[in-house]
């Protein structure tokens, strides 16, 4: 069964960074189009961007500028890397496949407070 593992978020000041990595098992990775997704508290989980297989990337507005998403093929992970973070950036951070998602998992918590 395929699974795909959030990590490395955590706690930083407005205007810092963080790269969150997606770890994805199985063999589905190099042909599907992978997406960061977000859900802040009391709000629905929106896309934030996503990758397709050849490379192709694209961001939420919101975002722009800011966040860079790549893929690295040979350790079936996704990265999004986030500057220039804003207390609104604050959410849980989940990655899964666009635009068909898959179940779930536990996500990362990124929290942008001074």
């Known amino acids: 069964q395929v699974q795909l593992v959030e990590s490395g978020g955590g706690l930083v000041q407005p205007g810092g960074s963080l790269r969150l990595s997606c770890a994805v098992s199985?063999?589905?990775?190099?042909?599907?189009?992978v997406g960061w997704y977000r859900q802040a508290p009391g709000k629905e989980r929106e896309l934030v961007a996503f990758?397709?297989?050849?490379?192709?990337?694209n961001y939420a507005d919101s975002v722009k500028g800011r966040f860079t998403i790549s893929r690295d093929y040979y350790k079936l992970t996704v990265y999004l890397q986030m500057n220039s973070l804003k207390p609104e950036d604050t959410a849980v951070y989940y990655c899964?496949?666009?635009?068909?998602?898959?179940?779930w998992g536990q996500g990362t918590q990124v929290t942008v407070s001074p």
């Open positions: 899964n496949w666009y635009p068909t998602t898959t179940g």
């Open positions: 199985g063999s589905m990775f190099s042909i599907n189009t």
């Open positions: 990758i397709t297989r050849n490379g192709n990337r």
